[in-house]
Structures are given as C-alpha cells and as structure tokens.
C-alpha cells in the first residue's frame, strides 16, 4: 500500500502542475465531500 500511494503522490504532482500552467479548472476531491456534493460542483 506504501508503494502505491507513494507512486500516487509522484503522479500527482507533475499532472496538477500541468493543469495549474495551462489554466484549467480542477476540483479538489480530497476535501471529504459526498459524491453528491462533488458532482454538483461539477455542473456549476
């Protein structure tokens, strides 16, 4: 399980940095909000 968050977080960070340069929206799912809630953000 180490591993793989470790390669997780690795993943991660290169991505959200591509997508802050190139300006685009992203939602933070990690806030502990409902399905509900983060698809509801989604349609905004």
Same mark, same amino acid.
């Given at each position: 399980m180490g591993k793989f968050l470790a390669r *997780?977080?690795?993943y991660? *960070?290169?991505v959200i $940095?591509? +997508? &802050?340069r190139?300006?685009?929206d992203? +939602? &933070?799912a990690g806030c502990g909000q409902a399905? =509900?809630?983060? =698809? $509801? *953000?989604v349609w905004r």
């Open positions: *997780t977080g690795r991660q *960070t290169p $940095d591509a +997508i &802050d190139l300006g685009l992203r +939602i &933070d399905a =509900a809630e983060l =698809a $509801d *953000t």
